[in-house]
């Protein structure tokens, strides 16, 4: 199959940064997003979002003319649908006394309904955004057939997830296995040759159903980890253990690897994929569910040890460091340590946050500091939230003359507790109930 014009649904994390690699391997792609503040930023030859790489890559794409922005598709060879599939803020579904949140879809449907009067015989769409298994056969298929083409037979249509890392995002496009499902095998196959436009890692089909439960099942997996990571973190406490040399220890084992604790799990992926099992068969997912308790939990654990140390937080003023999802990225979605700050406040205590990575960052209800210096200076205690390359090297001498504070609480095992106490600050980390482990070893 040719490939000569893309239409790219959806310019964010995703969309983008495929939109502009297409373009750079010479195809033409029309990039479309209905947000007209996206639309007008890459007119005038800027982005919208934090990616390392993603600034030239785009710019270089739009001065070749082979990236052209709208807000409405066009006809093309390719329709690609990478718009978020977040979930619904207010409402949710119960069964058996548990609660579950809920695909938001809306995004999908008004994206494949915008395709339909462009759609034409021998086109390729292709749906990336994460879904709820059988999306792409009960939801954009039967949407698509309402322009009298039948999908399979008079165009291709496939399910392929994306699997990049953010922060990683341009490199991981191209170097990544990537699985294509299609509703036919002819379909997997028109799938395979457009990602082969530019994947260098290898490119498997399958069918669309397996594809999308392969995306869940990835994600899925890595949230069982984390929340087990978070137990053994309190259990480790409650035992006088550091959970952080147990999990480096048990790791030695050839075929164990438990990933970190930590202030709880955020993003727009790990924390939001889960739910669409259990969304979709929750009589079937007790530990998916489960886990996502454990996770959504971890900030109250995160507050639980700030008031073990600072007593009642009321009026207490309080230095977080960091509020992104996770280290190294400007990406606040679902970010546990906007949580752990939120749940800070309600006990009274007066927090400033300093985040590198967002220095425009317009929070309802947060108070953003404009430098270290500053969100450190009064405070009581530091709490160290995300494990970002800037903070884990901040050289405690030379901020220990800077702030009042003269404890800090590590959430993400990022500072060498030596050299902080060296310097005069009582270090409390996360996983590690730094009394009891005295006490066990005075009695060793
Ligand atoms: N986290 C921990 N402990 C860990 C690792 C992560 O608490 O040991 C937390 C992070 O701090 C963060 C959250 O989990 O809050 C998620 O971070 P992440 O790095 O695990 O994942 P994402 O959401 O940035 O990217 C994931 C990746 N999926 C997998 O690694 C299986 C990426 O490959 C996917 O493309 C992306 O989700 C996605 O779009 O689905």
Redesign the pocket.
């Known amino acids: 199959m040719k490939f000569q014009k893309i239409c790219v649904l959806g310019l964010g994390y995703i969309g983008l940064p495929t939109a502009s690699t297409f373009a750079a391997h010479g195809i033409k792609v029309l990039g479309v997003d209905t947000n007209p503040h996206v639309i007008e930023t890459l007119q005038n030859g800027s982005i919208h979002i934090h990616e390392p790489g993603l600034r030239t890559v785009v710019e270089s794409a739009l001065d070749s003319g082979n990236l052209t922005v709208s807000p409405r598709p066009e006809e093309a060879d390719v329709f690609l649908i990478a718009v978020p599939t977040p979930f619904y803020e207010d409402s949710h579904g119960e069964y058996d006394g548990r609660k579950y949140r809920l695909a938001d879809m809306r995004a999908v449907t008004s994206a494949t309904e915008a395709i339909l009067p462009c759609l034409r015989k021998g086109n390729l769409v292709v749906l990336e955004s994460?879904s709820p298994p059988r999306t792409t056969v009960d939801l954009v298929k039967p949407i698509l057939e309402r322009s009298g083409l039948k999908a399979g037979i008079d165009f291709h249509l496939c399910y392929s997830p994306?699997?990049?890392?953010?922060g990683q995002i341009l490199r991981e496009l191209i170097e990544n296995a990537r699985v294509v499902g299609g509703i036919t095998p002819e379909s997997a196959k028109a799938g395979h040759d457009l990602y082969a436009t530019f994947v260098k890692g290898e490119i498997i089909e399958t069918d669309a159903t397996t594809a999308e439960m392969v995306k869940l099942m990835?994600?899925t997996t890595?949230d069982v980890n984390?929340a087990i990571?978070n137990e053994f973190s309190r259990l480790a406490e409650k035992f006088g253990v550091d959970v952080w040399e147990a999990i480096s220890l048990a790791n030695r084992h050839p075929r164990i690897n438990i990933?970190?604790p930590?202030p709880g799990?955020?993003?727009h992926?790990?924390s939001v994929?889960p739910w669409f099992f259990v969304e979709t068969a929750p009589e079937l997912t007790p530990l998916i569910y489960q886990a996502r308790q454990v996770n959504d939990g971890q900030p109250h654990f995160v507050v639980e040890k700030v008031k073990q140390v600072l007593g009642s937080l009321k009026d207490k003023k309080i230095a977080a460091l960091g509020l992104a999802?996770?280290p190294d990225v400007d990406d606040l979605r679902e970010s546990?340590a906007t949580q752990v700050v939120h749940l800070l406040q309600k006990e009274g205590a007066t927090v400033k946050v300093w985040e590198p990575f967002k220095l425009d960052a317009n929070i309802q209800d947060i108070d953003m500091a404009t430098s270290l210096d500053s969100a450190i200076q009064d405070a009581d205690l530091i709490l160290f939230l995300v494990k970002h390359t800037e903070f884990t090297t901040i050289k405690p001498e030379e901020i220990s003359s800077k702030t009042r504070a003269r404890v800090i609480i590590d959430c993400v095992n990022g500072l060498n507790t030596i050299q902080w106490e060296n310097n005069g600050f009582t270090v409390y980390r996360l996983g590690v109930n730094n009394l009891k482990i005295a006490n066990q070893q005075s009695q060793i």
């Open positions: 994460t994306e699997r990049v890392l953010p990835e994600n890595r984390i990571a990933l970190s930590g799990v955020g993003g992926c790990i994929d999802y996770k546990p």
